[in-house]
């Protein structure tokens, strides 16, 4: 599966923005999709991720409450929309898919066999 991430920016303290990953191929509804960010001189961490077939969405705490992960599968995309953002949350943000994922794997990026480019978030304070 290829992926395409898009919908970065540049917003201040407060402000949304929406994340787009476009995927190819006809049975991406089998696939568990999931966000990871990756701030500069830091590891890349888990955000949220979404299992197949519409089934429950899971979050890091960091990002509870303000973030919402969702998949439209007709449109082969999964969008993950980001509300009242903060400067921590600058980043650029990638999006990863894998068929096999597991509760107990999901926020382990070794999960994830596809991955996107990946798209900057930048939150000015």
């Known amino acids: 599966v290829q992926l395409q991430a898009s919908g970065g920016g540049l917003v201040p303290a407060g402000g949304s923005l929406r994340l787009s990953c476009a995927a190819s191929g006809r049975t991406f509804s089998r696939y568990t999709v999931a966000w990871f960010r990756q701030a500069p001189g830091m590891d890349r961490d888990f955000v949220a991720a979404?299992?197949?077939?519409?089934?429950?969405?899971y979050y890091a705490d960091s990002v509870k409450g303000r973030f919402t992960i969702s998949r439209d599968n007709a449109r082969n995309t999964v969008y993950l929309q980001m509300n009242s953002l903060r400067p921590e949350d600058t980043a650029v943000y990638y999006c990863?898919?894998?068929?096999?994922?597991?509760?107990?794997?999901?926020?382990?990026?070794?999960?994830?066999?596809?991955w996107g480019q990946g798209t900057q978030v930048t939150v000015s304070s």
């Open positions: 990863a898919t894998d068929p096999s994922v597991i509760l107990s794997n999901l926020a382990a990026q070794t999960a994830y066999a596809d």
């Open positions: 979404i299992f197949r077939n519409g089934g429950r969405s």
